[in-house]
């Protein structure tokens, strides 16, 4: 019989060994800066995928694989980020192009980024959630945690998360209830996100609605503008380009706001 504080110790182990395999073994970096990625459709990625039930395949020249952008897969190994992003991690849904792989590629070309920085991206996002599926001791949850666990481990102590970008809140237009209740359950996951991290001061990027599932799109986007916590910046999706399913942004309105993601992160390190 094992002693009874032996199984933590393995499992942080495994967490650091499956995601530094792939580092081995094909990747050449390592990465130093991880941000998250959580939320629901808009941030998983529909870009040129709202037609006749499958994606495009047109990866614009912001979303081209690169070494320095890497992302934690599935299977908590770290590589080669390519489009769409949130493969294995949105199930059960049609993918297309999101904003993280533009927002990587904005962020090493700033000026103000680290000199040798590689990005790390942790895709978490699942369409169709409502915030609540995102609380504290959720699915959603602890999938998000155990993969920013997993990410930060597989840096071999180079890396460290930098931010959580969040996009979400269309779901939570459909009933009046939920969208006046969406600061304070926003506010509630900011809190148990740092917490549960050991990050206090953790960077949020907070992303305003443009479209929604219901028609109480307006309260929701009140709501976000009035959530507070110290260290949260705020980007604006509304004015960007729709599809035609007039709830997901296009591929084009997905690069620029991965360049906006990049350019409010850009803004706290100066």
Request: proline share 7%; aromatic share 4%; hydrophobic share 45%.
């Amino acid at each position: 019989m094992q002693p009874a504080a032996a199984p933590a110790m393995p499992s942080i182990l495994l967490l650091a060994l499956l995601a530094a395999t792939a580092l081995g073994a094909g990747a050449v970096r390592t990465p130093t800066l991880v941000f998250i990625l959580a939320g629901q459709s808009n941030m998983g990625g529909r870009g040129g995928a709202t037609l006749n039930n499958r994606w495009d395949g047109v990866v614009p020249r912001e979303c081209a694989p690169s070494p320095r952008t890497l992302r934690l897969s599935p299977a908590l190994r770290w590589e080669e980020a390519r489009e769409p992003l949130h493969s294995g991690i949105d199930v059960g849904n049609v993918l297309g192009v999101g904003p993280g792989i533009p927002f990587a590629h904005a962020l090493l070309r700033a000026p103000a980024c680290p000199k040798g920085a590689v990005v790390g991206l942790v895709p978490c996002a699942q369409g169709g959630t409502p915030i609540a599926n995102w609380s504290r001791g959720s699915h959603l949850y602890d999938r998000m945690l155990t993969r920013a666990r997993a990410a930060v481990a597989g840096t071999n102590g180079k890396g460290r998360v930098a931010a959580m970008l969040w996009f979400q809140g269309e779901t939570d237009t459909i009933r009046r209830e939920d969208a006046l209740a969406y600061t304070g359950r926003m506010e509630a996951l900011i809190r148990d996100v740092r917490r549960d991290l050991g990050i206090p001061n953790l960077l949020v990027i907070q992303v305003g609605i443009a479209t929604g599932q219901g028609k109480f799109v307006d309260l929701v986007r009140k709501a976000q503008r009035a959530v507070r916590a110290p260290n949260l910046r705020y980007v604006d999706a509304m004015g960007l380009p729709v599809a035609n399913d007039f709830t997901h942004l296009t591929t084009p309105a997905q690069v620029r706001l991965g360049k906006m993601l990049a350019d409010a992160y850009v803004a706290t390190l100066h």
